[in-house]
């Protein structure tokens, strides 16, 4: 048996999951757990994105009994998660997802852990939910009685020995399919954007209370369109709760999520008017317009001029690099410039001028860059 074997039902159930699910998970190890067949791996832990921050489970397979259900093994700060044994508030269990995910397991069917590990993030959900809600909190409970309603809303609490209790809550922004304002999008996932509000526990209710923790969160691949940290939370009044503070965020957040869609075309014009002072792109970015090469001379000298252009041009000027076609280093890597963004510049300019003032800064640069290859400064 080949070391590091992953059963074929195992591995199927696993891509499917990884593939299919909503979120993006992520396995953190893959080890075995077989006796008879140490090289055989049939257990690994999965890193699950939860209120803006991630959960350990570990997932068990015995390879031994391959028909038999995984295990999964929760986190030691979540012992008294039951997933199946789950109270309604009527009282009565919740008998028929038990049968449903683990009751009829049928190994050959690669949906099955996909949907096992769905349930199971639903309970989660729900569980810590509950904690909070049981939490002593004047305050906390009008809080979470205002935006309880709300689509997606997650919470949890956080403690530890070296710090206060405090409730944290995820909070999903605008009813907005940022996908859909983006012609050819490329993502895979719905982007979101999410405001993160933590609470400390207290004990009492005051008339003013002081403002929670603040801060904007989003999907990694939207930094592609819009950058959170270029934005400016509103102002948390005296008194102001959860409920009050959402609908002024969202409403700006909205407008800034439109014209940051709107720049994608005023990137394109610009790259569109450098193309008539360098000639054909040799490579575009036809999504975001972030990106753009050009081939250009100075002499016989050859070089590539690489622009990254940031998402609030014109605002902010692109920077440049450029980059030998003719000399390379001790790795045969090729030897680029400093990057530039010290060539004249102003945003109210037509996007033709800021293309002959980049023509006209490189005329020069260009002969800086090969003068410093031929006498080495650069590697």
């Known amino acids: 048996m080949a070391a590091d074997y992953v059963p074929p039902f195992i591995a199927a159930q696993l891509n499917h999951l990884l593939s299919h699910f ?10 075995s757990g077989s006796k008879h067949y140490p090289g055989v791996v049939d257990r690994f832990t999965l890193v699950i994105p939860y209120c803006l921050d991630f959960i350990r489970w570990d997932v068990i397979y015995d390879t031994e009994s391959p028909t038999a259900a995984p295990d999964v093994v929760f986190g030691l700060e979540d012992e008294d998660f039951h997933p199946f044994h789950m109270e309604f508030a009527e009282g009565q269990l919740d008998l ?43 305050r906390l409970k009008f809080e979470i009685s205002t935006v309880v309603s709300r689509e997606g809303i997650e919470m949890q609490i956080s403690s530890g020995s070296d710090k206060p209790e405090e409730v944290r809550f995820s909070v999903p922004l605008m009813d907005m399919n940022i996908n859909k304002l983006v012609p050819g ?47 400016k939370l509103p102002s948390w009044l005296d008194g102001m709760c959860l409920a009050e503070y959402l609908p002024q965020l969202e409403e700006s957040l909205e407008k800034q999520v439109l014209e940051a869609v709107s720049l994608i075309d005023v990137r394109r014009h610009f790259i569109e008017a450098l193309a008539c002072q360098f000639g054909r792109p040799v490579e575009a970015d036809p999504v975001f317009c972030r990106k753009a090469t050009f ?24 920077a440049l690099l450029l980059q030998s076609s003719q000399h390379f280093n001790a790795y045969m890597a090729p030897i680029k410039s400093r990057i530039m963004t010290d060539y004249p510049w102003s945003p109210r300019w037509e996007a033709s001028m800021m293309a002959e003032s980049i023509f006209e800064f490189l005329a020069d640069e260009a002969l800086n860059f090969k003068r410093q290859l031929n006498e080495g400064q650069l590697q």
């Not at 909503?22 to 080890?31: A, C, G, I, R």
Request: charged fraction near 25%.
């Open 96 to 138: 028929k997802p038990s049968k449903n995910c683990l009751g009829d397991w049928n190994n050959k069917d690669p949906t099955r852990l996909l949907a096992l590990i769905q349930y199971l993030r639903d309970q989660y959900v729900s569980y810590q939910r509950k904690r909070v809600g049981k939490v002593d909190d004047d």
């Open 22 to 31: 909503p979120l993006t998970l992520k396995v953190e190890q893959m080890w």
């Open 185 to 231: 999008c490329p993502w895979r996932q719905n982007q979101k954007i999410f405001l993160q509000v933590i609470y400390p526990v207290g004990r009492k209710y005051m008339s003013a209370p002081s403002a929670p923790r603040l801060k904007l969160v989003s999907t990694p691949e939207l930094k592609a369109l819009f950058s959170i940290e270029d934005v």
């Open 295 to 318: 081939l250009a001379a100075s002499g016989v000298f050859t070089f590539l001029v690489h622009l990254i252009i940031p998402t609030q041009f014109p605002k902010q000027q692109p």
